[in-house]
């Protein structure tokens, strides 16, 4: 007998076979009655099945003694409440087992942590740290991150974590669903964005991965009720590596697969290892995806190796697959960043940006030089950025102001140079205001009013990531990002929600309690953030405790720093919670003091401090110089009134040139100063401010008083649906403010025109649109040279109000300078997006003008350019050949127009284009091709009709809120629909559409 | 038969040697440092290297291992491969110690054991170890395989790790696993049979030298 098959127990010689239950217990040596052993001795089948037994005995003996430990006493992991079933893999990190957890029986996977040295208090710590990580994992809610139900330790001092059981493949066993490559890759890309998104929650708790590897990343069926298979990609091991002290302190080499490290794990630098770390491994991941092999040649030692992914370039991923698109590689590589400011600065950056290629929209891995280079083109050279001015260019950035990509060798040395001269301070603040900035503005094309709304729920998010350790992992970072998060609410003013102010008091008190514990009573950052503390407590009215803090932070900082710009920060800070304590004779002297201190230090570090200063100072002047009866002699009040005039005219001056024309210290300036007017209409701060504002109505006072509410106002409501009006108006006299106080040509007022810009185009108005646009392009020449990038942004976005405001020829001409620009840049720099686009403009503009045998020319030349660069399916190659379109029909060939139409109308609609100017041409291109072969008379034409006329209604109603009837197409639009009309018998119509077209 | 697991799938030592020679040959890689790296850090552990640090000790001797064998350092007529990774396993948890005890005073230490007074027991002692935390590594592997590879019902896998493994009583594990005590003592048995000769196959591939 085998003990597979046994037979009945028996006691007797002849009786039937041993049962297993008795092999059993002889096999584990106890000792054969006399019966069973003269059984024994007679059936040859028992003794085998003994001897099996014995064997299998041992190994299970030795199998406890091997796994007896990991697995407890009695059969550990015993937890209450779940059934563990089975192994579901054992590494160096713990087992995993399958289990089930018996109130819902829901699968769940129990991982068992390897037990720290028992009873030491080191394992007590370890394990407690252990607990720690544990509560921020489960705080984790995302569906493609791996659920955290509970942790529990077990008598033996094993951790025990219960989570999510994810029943899927790892994403290199994964195959993309899809019937050829094109959708494959598409198929990946889209459970990418969601793997971005789950590292991106994680990211928020602050919670890093470290080991992000495709073994980490399981792609799991789901099932619904279509036939298409939807896909749910979750992240595995958060954290674990953390939680499991597998990284290393090895100086150079690194835990698990090296090849996913980055260039600061390879590097050793564990102290640099943050978010943007998982971001380098997510570039990774996606290129080994993408081209089926890793970024580098990984040969040689490890050292080599990381070397290699320290230093070396990645090999491009097209050079691995041509097929792949150049967005793609552009992304990819932005991930892969050596630097990690020049990564994105977010996994949900990433995640949108391919998101962005998937929808067919300009990728902003691309456009990133021609924002950069803007931005700090614009700001670099006023010394401080200023958050507020950030928070704009974030805007103007995000809402498609700058969208277009540059990369030029131009670009590469600037971006260069300034990546030297950039702070490492400045690069932590901007990254991490960056970062919330993008978290805050969701919508691609957010609408200024809603400002302060969006920021606010980005404090909101920044203050959670704060107090649940976010930044843990950097002090540094985490107090700057305390300091930045209190300093950008403080400079805010307006009203704030006394909850915000709160968490912002909140957060900086305990950030002041770790900083005390990790570097004792004082260090500058302690300085730094008692006067952010101060800030916040003087915005929340409780002076006395304010100036008590201010006056510590101030007195440290002189300690600690010396005398400077620090200081004087302090002193200023102190001087404004006099101020608002009703002391202003304190105040001023103060002020006067730290004045005489400014003086003496460089324009860039002393500018915004003397400003403030000033209109500290005179702000006590102008209160004594407001009341009823002067407090001193006619000579006394003569001189205060000079001084206050001085005052005012430094500040103003000092103010426009570093801030944007917006932020709300620059129009707390200019109120002073109208208020300065109103008291002494003779002098001259009165009679520049005439200059500008003289001839309205109430007064000098009163206008500015009403223009700068205007501007601060619309800030705060909630979203408007229509466009607020009057606003470019305002900002037009502020530039001419500006102007006249820092000269025509000062780059400062670049900024302004900017903010004419966008103000302007939500008012649809087209002219000052341009002509700033324009008027920005001229200094920027003049200040940074003629061909330079900056340059070329200008012009490129003066082109379409242009042609919408009926200025054609100009525009033809100005789009041929971009082009010219373009030209200048060495083919191999060149950007074909860019290019290609100014190409299409510059058609477009001598379409417009008449000109359509040149225009087609220069059409196809940029439907060439932009299909080798971003292929037939993005939205400006469909956009270029509607355009196109127009210009054949225009020239007789009808049919081919209809086409080519036709074309790009089905590519905006797959893409789902939502931008309705662009729309908008490509319908018209269709329906104006169409109308020019109408079929004979019947039901084909008729049909023929009804499509023109659903085509072009949306289309000309569209247009005429953008532009008007001085756009020649929208002219051809209108006469379409009136012949549309006409032939349909829709008189109403016809009327109608005469009516708007200006005819009777 | 089924395939082994995923890290004896290079089957012997002999070939995956060889393929390490192509660095760019991620997969050996992965297969060398999931074979090693577990046995490593409970070697360590074993000789007193504290729970924190043996992740460490075993990152550091496979980086060694690895730096030494692209250098050629490794003779094969000199002795097993096992050997060779056992003996740089062993210095680099020496160092360990050694450094654990200089930062932290006197008093502090762990291997006393290990050291040479009898450097023939000494070094039998650490290859029993060796062996001991091997085996361990294998069995994990092993019982992973056989739940992957699908041939035994989850019941059947459950009777053999609560009776065999987790020593819980046959009547017990029978009612757990809602069988008879005659069927757990059959299902315990197929999985042993099983597992040994899985045991042995993994051994022997691990094992293997030229």
């Known amino acids: 007998m085998s003990a597979e098959a046994p037979g009945q127990t028996g006691d007797e010689p002849g009786s039937p076979c041993l ?65 563990v079933q089975r192994v579901v893999s054992a590494g160096s990190q713990g087992v995993v087992y399958r289990a089930v957890q018996e109130s819902t029986h829901r699968n769940v996977a129990v991982k068992c942590f390897e037990p720290g040295e028992s009873g030491t208090s080191g394992a007590t710590r370890q394990r407690a740290r252990a607990e720690r990580e544990v509560e921020i994992l489960a705080r984790l809610r995302h569906s493609n991150v791996v659920g955290i139900y509970e942790s529990r330790v077990l008598a033996d001092g094993r951790l025990v974590v219960i989570m999510e059981y994810v029943d899927g493949v790892p994403l290199d066993q994964w195959t993309p669903p899809g019937q050829n490559a094109g959708e494959k890759r598409r ?283 976010a930044f843990a992992d950097d002090p540094e970072v985490d107090q700057q990002v305390r300091r930045i998060w209190g300093g950008i609410y403080t400079s805010f003013g307006g009203e704030k929600a006394a909850a915000l102010i709160e968490y912002s008091e909140v957060s900086l008190r305990n950030g002041l309690v770790r900083l005390r514990l990790t570097h004792g009573r004082e260090h500058p950052e302690i300085a730094e953030t008692l006067h952010q503390l101060a800030s916040v407590l003087l915005v929340r009215r409780r002076y006395a405790e304010a100036e008590r803090v201010a006056r510590k932070a101030m007195e440290m900082r002189l300690r600690l720093i010396g005398p400077g710009a620090t200081f004087e920060e302090s002193r200023l800070l102190l001087a404004k919670v006099l101020m608002a304590s009703k002391r202003p004779q304190e105040a001023a002297d103060l002020a006067r003091e730290a004045l005489k201190a400014l003086a003496a230090l460089p324009e860039n570090e002393s500018d915004r401090l003397i400003a403030s200063m000033s209109v500290l100072r005179a702000r006590v002047l102008l209160d004594e110089l407001g009341r009823d009866v002067p407090l001193g002699t006619v000579a006394e009040v003569s001189d205060q009134s000079q001084v206050c005039e001085g005052l005012l005219r430094v500040a103003l001056t000092r103010r426009l040139r570093s801030l944007p024309i917006r932020d709300s210290e620059t129009l707390a300036s200019i109120a002073a100063a109208a208020e300065f007017a109103s008291l002494r209409p003779e002098s001259e701060l009165s009679k520049l401010l005439g200059q500008v504002w003289g001839s309205e109505a109430g007064g000098v006072a009163d206008a500015v008083a009403r223009d700068v509410a205007m501007v601060r106002g619309t800030d705060d409501g909630p979203h408007e649906e229509s466009a607020p009006t009057g606003r470019t108006a305002v900002f037009q006299k502020m530039l001419k403010l500006q102007e006249l106080l820092l000269g025509p040509d000062d780059p400062a007022i670049v900024n302004t025109l900017l903010t004419i810009m966008r103000a302007a185009e939500r008012e649809f108005m087209l002219t000052p649109r341009w002509t700033a646009s324009l008027r920005a392009a001229d200094v920027l020449a003049r200040e940074y040279g003629a061909n330079d990038l900056s340059v070329l942004t200008a012009l490129t976005q003066a082109v379409p109000p242009m042609l919408f405001d009926g200025e054609a020829e100009r525009a033809a001409e100005v789009a041929a300078r971009a082009c010219r620009i373009h030209a200048s840049i060495p083919d191999e720099s060149r950007d074909e997006l860019l290019a290609g686009n100014s190409e299409r403009v510059l058609a477009w503009a001598l379409a417009v003008s008449g000109k359509h045998v040149e225009a087609s020319e220069r059409y196809q030349a940029a439907i060439d350019r932009l299909t080798r660069c971003v292929g037939e399916h993005h939205h400006t190659t469909a956009l270029a050949q509607a355009q196109l379109a127009v210009t054949l029909t225009e020239l007789g060939q009808v049919r081919e127009g209809e086409a080519l139409a036709r074309r790009a109308l089905r590519t905006v609609d797959e893409l789902g284009v939502s931008a309705l100017d662009q729309v908008g041409h490509v319908r018209f291109a269709v329906a104006h091709a169409m109308l020019k072969k109408l079929p004979p008379e019947g039901p084909e034409r008729r049909a023929a009709l009804d499509e023109a006329r659903e085509l072009l209604t949306p289309s000309a109603e569209t247009y005429a809120r953008v532009c008007g009837l001085r756009y020649p197409w929208y002219r051809l639009m209108l006469d379409d629909l009136i012949m549309v009309a006409t032939l349909s018998g829709r008189d109403a119509d016809v009327v109608r559409w005469r009516a708007v077209r200006g005819q009777e | 038969m089924p395939e082994l697991d995923p890290i004896f799938a290079t089957r012997t030592t002999t070939r995956l040697l060889d393929a390490l020679r192509d660095s760019s040959n991620e997969p050996v890689w992965s297969q060398i440092d999931a074979r090693y790296r577990p046995v490593i850090r409970g070697l360590a552990r074993r000789i007193g290297v504290p729970e924190g640090e043996a992740d460490d000790v075993a990152q550091q001797s496979l980086a060694e291992f690895v730096r030494c064998f692209r250098d050629g350092r490794y003779d094969r007529t000199k002795g097993r491969l096992s050997s060779w990774i056992l003996s740089i396993a062993h210095h680099t948890s020496l160092a360990a110690i050694r450094r654990r005890r200089r930062d932290a005073g006197p008093g502090v230490g762990g291997a006393d054991d290990v050291d040479p007074a009898d450097p023939a027991s000494a070094e039998r002692a650490l290859r029993s170890v060796w062996n001991e935390e091997r085996d361990r590594v294998i069995l994990h592997h092993a019982m992973a395989t056989l739940h992957d590879e699908g041939s035994m019902d989850e019941r059947t896998l459950l009777a053999f790790e609560l009776s065999a493994l987790r020593g819980v009583p046959a009547t017990e594990a029978a009612s757990q696993c809602q069988m008879t005590v005659e069927q757990l003592y059959v299902a315990r048995s197929r999985v042993t049979r099983r597992l040994r000769v899985m045991v042995r196959e993994m051994t022997s591939a691990f094992e293997e030298d030229a």
């Open chain 1, 19 to 83: 049962g297993a239950e008795m092999i059993d217990r002889l096999a584990l040596g106890r000792e054969p009655s006399g019966i069973i052993a003269e059984h024994l001795l007679a059936c040859a089948s028992c003794r085998a099945a003994l001897h099996v037994a014995q064997e299998d005995a041992e190994f299970a003996q030795r199998a406890r003694q091997l796994v007896g430990e990991e697995l407890g006493p009695v059969g550990a992991p015993r937890l209450p409440g779940y059934v």
């Open chain 1, 187 to 469: 198929a990946l890309l889209r459970a990418f964005v969601s793997i971005c998104q789950g590292v991106h929650h994680a990211h928020l708790n602050g919670v890093i991965h470290r080991d992000l590897k495709p073994q980490n990343i399981l792609i799991a069926a789901e099932s619904s009720g279509s036939g298409a298979v939807p896909v749910r990609p979750v992240v595995v091991d958060f954290g674990i590596a953390r939680l499991t002290s597998v990284s290393t302190t090895m100086t150079g080499d690194f835990a698990g697969t090296p090849a996913y490290a980055s260039p600061e794990q390879a590097a050793g630098s564990h102290d640099a290892i943050d978010a943007l770390t998982d971001v380098y491994s997510l570039g990774v991941v996606l290129y080994r995806m993408l081209a089926g092999k890793m970024p580098y040649e990984l040969t040689g030692s490890i050292l080599d190796i990381a070397r290699k992914i320290a230093e070396e370039p990645a090999i491009p991923l097209r050079q691995r697959d041509a097929s792949i698109a150049r967005d793609i590689e552009a992304i990819v590589d932005r991930a892969m960043r050596k630097q990690k400011e020049r990564r994105y600065q977010s996994a949900a950056a990433l995640g949108r940006d391919i998101e962005r290629y998937l929808d067919g929209q300009p990728v902003e891995a691309r456009a990133e030089s021609a924002a950069y280079v803007l931005r700090r083109t614009l700001m670099v050279n006023r010394g401080r950025v200023a958050l507020a001015a950030l928070a704009f260019l974030a805007l103007l950035v995000g809402g498609g102001v700058v969208y277009s990509s540059l990369s030029s060798a131009e670009a590469s040395r600037r971006l260069a140079a300034e990546r030297q001269a950039q702070a490492r301070l400045e690069s932590a603040r901007a990254r991490a205001v960056t970062e919330v900035l993008r978290e805050a503005i969701p919508a691609p094309d957010p609408s200024l009013p809603q400002l302060k709304l969006l920021v606010s729920a980005g404090f909101g998010r920044l203050f959670y990531r704060l107090e649940f350790n």
